[in-house]
């Protein structure tokens, strides 16, 4: 059997026949029904008692071997016999891919922990844990069946909702046509509902970036993120300001009438169950109507640019303010970004992002003096050097403008 390709090495050949991969997702809600529930449930604590398995055996293996416990190792090793003792013979009710991706999930966490990118791996706990598992697709063994069901691992058919949107119909249509490939499925409960997310590959014809010397100046705008007004977009000519959805902020007040009920409640009571419940579910849609939001603004925004430019956020950083945090948080910046990065490479345009100590907000765009005494409580202030009357958020939308003009060489900074 010969080595299997990269995503790179697979783009390198198709590039030779005009081609590429695209990845992309396809979320579904279903309906399971009591036995595929419990079933699914089960998988979920299945899937983090092998997590959290390999992880102390991972643990103990290094202090009395001074080695690292490969993956391939442990499942051979470790996972095969134990599924043959009596005491846990539930691990064979479950899908084995759920399993085995469970141990790459302690692979994973630790190649990331030792780049730098997130923390020391944890162990899962029953009551916090994502409730979701991931199973792999092996001859056919997940299938879209029409519009009306899915077919997954363990579960067989599995009843979704009824696919409104035309891209959803579109993509299923491909997939039973077979230009497109499910590579996984991700299966999750957020409140009480339960849905498949699947991970596709096509492939597409090869989208070369754009040459930076045809931009045209009117296609390139600077975006200033903020909390009060979620994006401040500045293309040269005019100033757009951007607030968050009106029905966003209807649905957390709504939320914190409900949490508010929650608190007077006797804890594990029926009553409080319930309030629990509303409030899951309230929770759930709110970040549906924030995911909603940041799709539709970042589509605009690459749709109708060639060039977007924003400021380096820490984020991170940022929500260790106390006062601000649950603002910050609650904005959703780092998803915007994400989605606006796929959607302008995926038309090979470009996003650039500035460097985050340039002082955007404290610098005159007309003469580039430095305002160094500016508070985040002046919503407006007047240049000292030339007396240019200015709105902080458009005075930093064209500032990083145009400083990433500049960058890319197009235009320099007034």
Not at 43 to 53: M, S
Not at 130 to 135: D, G, L, N, W
């Amino acid at each position: 059997m010969g080595k299997r390709m990269t995503v790179k090495e697979k783009n390198k050949e198709l590039a030779k026949q005009g081609q590429q991969l695209k990845s992309y997702g396809l979320v579904l809600r279903v309906y399971p029904t009591k036995e595929q529930e419990g079933l699914i449930n089960r998988t979920f604590g299945c899937t983090r008692f092998i997590f959290n398995n390999y992880l102390s055996t991972r643990q103990e293996y290094y202090k009395g071997e001074a080695k690292t416990l490969s993956v391939g190792k442990y499942k051979k090793d470790f996972l095969v016999p134990m599924k043959s003792l009596e005491e846990h013979s539930f691990l064979k009710e479950v899908d084995k891919f759920a399993l085995e991706v469970a141990c790459e999930n302690v692979e994973d966490a630790y190649i990331r922990f030792f780049k730098g990118q997130n923390r020391y791996p944890t162990f899962k706990s029953k009551r916090t844990a994502k409730k979701s598992y991931t199973t792999k697709m092996t001859n056919n063994n997940i299938a879209v069946c029409g519009l009306s069901s899915i077919k997954i691992p363990k579960l067989g058919k599995v009843s979704m909702a009824k696919v409104k949107s035309k891209r959803n119909k579109e993509i299923i249509s491909k997939i039973e046509l077979g230009q497109v490939r499910i590579l996984k499925a991700t299966i999750s409960q957020k409140s009480s509902k339960y849905y498949v997310s699947l991970t596709l590959e096509e492939i597409v014809t090869l989208v070369k970036p754009l040459d930076i010397d045809t931009v045209a100046s009117a296609k390139v705008v600077g975006v200033d993120l903020g909390i009060k007004t979620f994006a401040t977009i500045h293309d040269g000519s005019k100033t757009e300001f951007v607030d968050k959805a009106k029905y966003i902020k209807e649905s957390e007040k709504k939320l914190a009438q409900l949490q508010r009920r929650l608190s007077k409640k006797q804890k594990d009571s029926q009553n409080f169950k319930k309030a629990k419940h509303k409030v899951a579910d309230l929770q759930l849609h709110i970040a549906n109507q924030r995911k909603d939001f940041a799709h539709k603004l970042s589509t605009q925004l690459a749709n109708e640019n060639q060039v977007v430019i924003l400021e380096t956020l820490n984020i991170k950083g940022m929500v260790k303010n106390k006062k601000l945090s649950k603002a910050i948080s609650d904005a959703g910046w780092y998803q915007f970004i994400t989605f606006l990065k796929y959607k302008l490479k995926w038309q090979g345009k470009y996003l650039v992002q500035i460097d985050r100590w340039y002082a955007s907000s404290k610098l005159c765009s007309n003469c580039n003096e430095k305002h160094v005494t500016l508070t985040l409580n002046e919503r407006q202030w007047v240049c000292s050097h030339c007396g240019s009357v200015h709105d902080r958020d458009e005075n930093a939308a064209i500032n990083i403008r145009n400083y990433g003009l500049q960058i890319l060489g197009l235009e320099a900074v007034a």
